[in-house]
């Protein structure tokens, strides 16, 4: 007779695979549960520290270096910034504190650094203002063109004032300048040149017309420089021999207007005398 075929222990293999299952599962959980307090230590040392270096005197702040600063106050900088002599340096937050001077109006560029163990360098770059355009209301603009913000009474009050435009001329970034604000800026850029025979110093106002162009006011004794659009640098030469012409003729302090529209036609009006008994002249 043949032997009987030996028959597998189907209970005793499956109890050992459910151990094994079970071994398995207490050994990844014993894992999680390590990293996890491996976490909270970690994290528990990193609140430590940091609140150990961000309140030690060792680090508080005792040399506070301002720069770039001319119509603004180190005190009002300091301000903007929210930093106070004898704050821990490493709890300021320096890119905070950079948003928060460049939020003012006046501040066109900011940096703040740390330099351990106890100091804070700002570095502020001021706005230029080069004009002010007068829509009814004033507004300052920067040598970029830009507008900055409105004009106040703690502002400064000896710039060219620019009258005629509209809002759509303002620079706006990516879009071209528009002909009468292009106009303006060109006149501007040529007055702060040192030897420009109308110095932007000497620019009280700008008078905009959409048609004709710039009419500038800048001479006691010229009341009116009338220029219009384009070809500037060559009306100002024109213009540099109408004024010594002029002055060798003694006829400065009567003049009303000079026209350079047509620089192959300029046109000087004397002042009205009561009766008037001078006719225009052309040079």
Known sequence: MGRNPVRKNYYKNSV????AIILQHLVFCSKIVSLVAILQLVSFLYI???DFLTQHDYFRAKTLVVTGA???SEKEILTQAQIKNGVNILSVNLSTARKRLLSHSWISE???SRELPS???IRIKEQKPLAVL??????LINSHGEVFKELTGSDPQNLPVVEGLEFPDINVDGEPRSIPFKAVMNVLELGRKSD????YRRIRRIQVDREMGLTIYAFDHIRAIKIGYNDYPRKYAKLKNVLLYLKKKDELLQIESIDLNNVNRIVVSPTKINPPTVDQKEV
């Open 16 to 19: 050992s695979r459910r151990r």
């Open 48 to 50: 430590f520290c940091h």
């Open 70 to 72: 001319n119509l603004l």
């Open 110 to 112: 900011a940096e703040v």
């Open 119 to 121: 100091e804070i360098h």
């Open 134 to 139: 007068n829509f009814g209301r004033q507004f």
């Open 196 to 199: 420009s025979v109308l110095p």
